[in-house]
Each structure stands twice: as C-alpha cells, then as structure tokens.
Nanobody
Framework: QVQLVESGGGLVQPGGSLRLSCAAS????????MGWYRQAPGKQRELVAV???????NYLDAVKGRFTISRDNAKNTVYLQMNSLKPEDTAVYYC????????????WGQGTQVTVSS
C-alpha cells in the first residue's frame, strides 16, 4: 500500500506561481511512476506531469515550459512547480502513484485545490 498526501494548493493571480508537494509513504520502492493529475468541475481528469522510476518525464502539452515535476528521494516527495499560471489551470490537483507501466493500478492522494484568478 502507498499513502499520498498533497499540499501547496491555494489561490494565486494569473502569472503567479505555486509549488505542490506529494509526500509518499508505505511501499514506496515498488512505485513505477508518480504523477500529477488535475480535474476541473464537469471535466475529465487529465495527466499533467509524470516522472517514472527510471527518470523519464512527460508533460501535458498545455503546461510544457511552465510546470516542472521533480522528486526528492531522501524525503520520498514529488513536487510540481507551477509558473506562469493561467485561469485554465484552475482545478483540483491529485498526486498519483502508479504500480505498473502496463496496468494502471494506482494510489491517489486526497487532492489540493489550485485556483488561478484575479
């Protein structure tokens, strides 16, 4: 089992920045990849960024150049640095730990709200 706790969300003006954190505990050495998803009301959840155990990183096209995913293995924590935020970035952001590259077995955090508005 893996437990995930997100933090760092909040209200920010357009063009501002936030850093989300996801602290993982439990069977952390079995994790294949960790990623950040987001979901706005009435819309499907979408993958924002992912980093695999091998260090491969992928981003949603809409956030490329603005968001950076990183990890601190010593702290068992994954971060999402979000710069140049736009109103369309407003969503609940969820941390996800994936157990396999083929099967999408995963654990989820509770989510943290990000609101970009003036």
């Amino acid at each position: 089992q893996v437990q995930l706790v997100e933090s760092g969300g909040g209200l920010v003006q357009p063009g501002g920045s936030l850093r989300l954190s996801c602290a993982a505990s439990g069977s952390i050495f079995s994790i294949y990849a960790m990623g950040w998803y987001r979901q706005a009301p009435g819309k499907q959840r979408e993958l924002v960024a992912v980093i695999t155990s091998g260090g491969n990183i992928n981003y949603l096209d809409a956030v490329k150049g603005r968001f950076t995913i990183s990890r601190d293995n010593a702290k068992n924590t994954v971060y999402l640095q979000m710069n140049s935020l736009k109103p369309e970035d407003t969503a609940v952001y969820y941390c996800n730990a994936r157990m396999s590259m083929v099967v999408a077995t995963a654990y989820w955090g509770q989510g943290t709200q990000v609101t970009v508005s003036s």
